[in-house]
């Protein structure tokens, strides 16, 4: 637990950095002339540079651990946050949030490694922790945002420096752990699997789950992104709310995931991944087709509502592809991280566009539609553990 809580800690830390780019989307916006196409590609970029690195980053640790290379990851981002804090242009500014993106996906595999050694028969539990503490970092962004960037400007994200350096002191600690957590997990896994006669999942029940997953994945965060990237623009419009408003209502759409996270995995370890993922996929759709016709006060008990659902999925299906390549978990780590962060670059983009075209408001009533794609998970199979 105390490697839990403190893993759970430095990923809080990593996505608070990582959230303020968002966070400061109407700041950026006003002070660039920038339109939402324009603040897509920030988040496209963002996100690829932190997907196109991950899968290679898990498998290279997944045949040669790197307990430290978190901690290179941190150098990443606190480089990208200073040289964001003072871009002068829009190349400088993609530059900036390249940089911090890469450094998220030297930091989630060999993370995602050591939570699952540390879980211990509580892996529900274990990712909750440390997705919870990812989570919560990236709802106090826009607290932070309202706080201090938007009264202080752009150059107050220096400040941020100090997240990046506590979170290097204690990756640093967390990295001498690893060889007794490493052990302690291989005794633990070796018993399981001597008392099990169970066969292994087949190669085509791993393709088919794999493939499932990943569009379930990208429907999701295709939903998410348009409320990381574009909720504060749409209470402004439609409500014309203030921008530290709309900042505060971000906080609590990303806490209620964080919530949500945290009782997913619980959960899971109790019911199934199978029946969490069914749930949290399909579940919030009735939600999500009232919310574009609701008044301020019900969009945001509907925003919580549909977030708290949505985001339970998460820890389920992270654990449900480590079941089906439990070898793999370097690679799992950083493909899922990876996909989560170039399929919402790739949503934000999109939905940037539409947004341009057909306006904010009519985003969300497109959007709606998406929570059907989660009849797929009839496709995934049934397999130990799930």
Known sequence: MPVLAVLGIAHLLNDLMQSLIPAVYPLLKESYALDF???????????????MLQPVVGM??????????????????????????????YTVILISVALIGIGSSIFHPEATRTARYAAGGRQGLAQGIFQVGGQTGGALGPVFAALIIVPWGQPSLAWF???????????????RQQAEISEAFATMRAARQSKSDKPQPSRRNVAIGLTVLTFLMFTKNTYG????SFYTFYLIERFDVSIPFSQMMLFVFLLAAAV????????????????????SVLGPLPLTLILPYADLFWTVALTIMINLIMASAFASILIYAMELLPNRIGLIGGLFYGLNFGLAGISAALLGSLADVYGVETLYQICALLPLAGLMAWFLPRIDDT
């Not at 992104?225 to 990381?228: D, G, I, K, L, N």
């Open 161 to 175: 420096a100090v997240a990046a350096l506590s979170a290097m002191m204690l990756l640093i600690w967390i990295g």
């Open 260 to 279: 949500g996270v945290l009782i997913g995995g619980i959960v899971g370890d109790r019911v199934g991944r199978y029946r969490i993922i069914w749930i």
């Open 37 to 51: 196409t324009q603040i897509g590609m920030i988040t496209l970029t963002f996100q690829l540079a932190g997907a």
């Open 60 to 89: 290279v640790t997944d045949k040669r651990p790197a307990p430290y290379s978190p901690v290179v990851g941190m150098m990443f981002t606190l480089a990208g946050l200073i040289s964001l804090a003072f871009a002068a242009s």
């Open 225 to 228: 992104e348009s409320f990381r």
